[in-house]
């Protein structure tokens, strides 16, 4: 971290050489402070708009910079004042907001020192290339495209450099990563586009034009930004909603998205197949390990079930060792045979463990019981799960590691 501060510093410092050592603002100074104040004023409604990237333990802020346009217009100190006065309004607006990193301040230096550089290399290679791009079709255009991948690339350098030297990151594909994560072609053409209208309109004084793209280009700006956070927070509603439904130790779903799922059961009238599953003498396993080994085996369990049912199967784990299981869109003899291939699948299987510095491989079995019916009013479906629980107990007291099953509609019980 030592490294990237005086880093940082040094790119402060240098920019400070380059911007006094300059013929210093190239404009009147009525004209440069009416600029100033316009482009701190709209840079800093912007901000809000920014997106921010989290790399390592440092926040990356992405958004339109006008600083290359001004750079051009003003010069490097006349560049180097504006990025001071901005990105210490930045500050304290962190500050007051309570929303700084630790480290903000001395991020300061770094914002102050990283643009002005750019912007000031982006106003020499203006100077001196612009004599040639003149002469041809949308010459301008070209070169502010050109020098705005410039000013993009050595930006990416610079946030390179200090974020190796803090241990952000180690390795080229890390780097290449951020440069490709800093900007895409679509943003660079933005900001091109965006830089070339405002310096073409402070070249020819036209203010209320120059107020105008700015007022453009954010009510656009925040339409899009609008819209994806709109995007984003249906994503983390649907997000924390499926997590609401999921159980945490197993990805299966839990005793509430069952019983969601039973109310909408009940209003179909389809022959179902309810199993109750429940690992056998899983006391022994914990007594024997501990309860982390256990966990590990009802994973197991869970992810057994799951590779064994069909895509229709509806698993829940609606206990601790105790899953319940909707075989749905199966006939009688289908449903029973697919118990018969679930309880023969656990039996021939068996866990490795990590226990303690040791691993080990336990084997278990699984009693189940099975209600299938036509649901209907006079049984619903918390009434079929009953039901198979009872099974399920009925295969505990007959030995464990078999399926009870009951098949409501000939009222006849077997044992497989």
Not at 111 to 122: A, E, K
Request: charged share 20%; proline share 1%.
């Amino acid at each position: 971290m030592l490294k990237a501060r005086i880093f940082d510093f040094l790119l402060f410092l240098t920019s400070i050489v380059v911007a006094f050592g300059s013929e210093g603002i190239i404009v009147h100074n009525h004209i440069y402070l009416k600029a100033l104040l316009v482009y701190l004023i709209f840079s800093s409604i912007y901000y809000h708009l920014r997106i921010v990237s989290k790399t390592g333990n440092s926040n990356i802020e992405y958004g339109i910079s006008y600083s290359s346009s001004f750079g051009v217009f003003t010069g490097p100190l006349g560049v180097f004042i504006f990025e001071t006065l901005y990105r210490f309004t930045v500050y304290f607006y962190k500050k007051w907001t309570k929303t700084a990193d630790p480290e903000e301040f001395l991020d300061t230096f770094y914002n102050i020192g990283s643009f002005t550089l750019c912007s000031s290399i982006g106003y020499y290679l203006y100077q001196y290339l612009y004599p040639g791009f003149s002469g041809i079709p949308f010459g301008f255009w070209i070169l502010m495209f050109l020098l705005i991948v410039v000013i993009t690339l050595l930006s990416s350098f610079f946030l390179i450099i200090t974020s190796y030297f803090s241990g952000d990151i180690t390795t080229r594909w890390e780097a290449f990563n951020l440069i490709i994560r800093n900007r895409s072609l679509l943003d660079i053409t933005k900001i091109a586009i965006s830089n070339c209208l405002l310096l073409l309109f402070l070249q020819e004084g036209r203010w209320d034009i120059l107020i105008s793209v700015f007022l453009l280009n954010y009510i656009v700006s925040r339409s899009f930004y609008s819209k994806s956070q709109s995007i984003q927070n249906k994503f983390e509603r649907d997000k924390f909603k499926q997590m609401a439904y999921k159980d945490f130790l197993t990805g299966s779903y839990n005793r509430a998205y069952m019983d969601k799922k039973m109310k909408e059961l009940d209003q179909t009238e389809e022959w179902i197949g309810i199993a109750v599953a429940d690992i056998d003498k899983f006391k022994k396993i914990n007594d024997e390990y501990n309860h982390a080994v256990g966990d590990q085996v009802i994973r197991h369990f869970a992810d057994t079930l799951t590779s064994l049912l069909h895509e229709d199967d509806l698993l829940f784990r609606s206990g601790g060792e105790e899953f319940t299981i909707f075989l749905r869109n199966k006939s009688f003899e289908q449903t029973a045979g697919l118990m018969e291939q679930i309880l023969h699948g656990i039996q021939n299987s068996s866990v490795k463990v990590e226990y303690g510095e040791t691993s080990a491989h336990i084997t278990y079995t699984a009693s189940f019981g099975l209600y299938y019916y036509k649901i209907n009013p006079n049984v619903s479906t918390e009434k079929g799960y009953v039901n198979a629980d009872n099974l399920l107990l009925e295969s505990k007291k007959l030995g464990r590691n078999r399926v009870s099953v009951k098949y409501e509609r000939v009222e006849q019980e077997m044992n497989i």
